[in-house]
């Protein structure tokens, strides 16, 4: 009787873990992507705020510590703070998603092979969120997916 009744509650787990990964593999992409790409803007908007708090100190830390090669620290400076504003916005509003993913996918590897090499467990962290952008995109809820119905490139 206790193999029965074992098998029984064995078979309700069973099925109960099935229900929850069916509902797990049912959520929509587009809800899996605004936190991807509101996660990821954050961070370099961050760091684009932090730089722009105080100028001297930016051109200072690219002079002294970040020391990136063939680019003279101001202009590397100028560059990273640039990306740092224009790619967050862009991915906040889902416009461009991939060519700004791309694009903080090459600054990532910048920071990762020539500022902070020990850093990998968070520049993979984010390479793994640009990744996911740059091959799946936005998503439905995202200015991209507006354009391209507009344009007539995406289906309806």
């Known amino acids: ?5 074992s ?14 990964i069916h509902w797990l593999d049912s959520v929509p992409y587009s809800a899996l992507a605004i936190p991807l790409r509101l996660a990821v803007a954050t961070v370099f908007w961050n760091s684009a705020m932090a730089k722009l708090a105080n100028w001297d100190t930016a051109i200072a ?16 400076a100028y560059m990273a703070v640039s990306m740092e ?3 967050p916005v862009l991915l906040a509003l889902g416009l461009l998603t991939r060519p700004a993913a791309l694009v903080l996918l090459g600054m990532t590897a ?5 500022v902070y ?16 952008l740059l091959c799946r995109g936005p998503g439905r809820l995202s200015l991209d997916y507006v354009l391209r119905r507009r344009l007539g490139a995406e289906p309806k």
């Open 1 to 5: 009787m206790t193999t029965l009744a």
């Open 61 to 76: 830390l690219f002079a002294e510590e970040y020391r990136v090669p063939l680019l003279p620290p101001d202009l590397a």
């Open 7 to 20: 098998s029984s509650s064995e078979r309700r787990t069973t099925t109960s873990i099935g229900r929850v």
């Open 110 to 114: 910048v920071i990762q092979i020539f």
């Open 117 to 132: 090499p020990l850093a990998w467990p968070t520049h993979i962290q984010w390479a793994a969120m640009l990744l996911v």
């Open 85 to 87: 504003l224009a790619t």
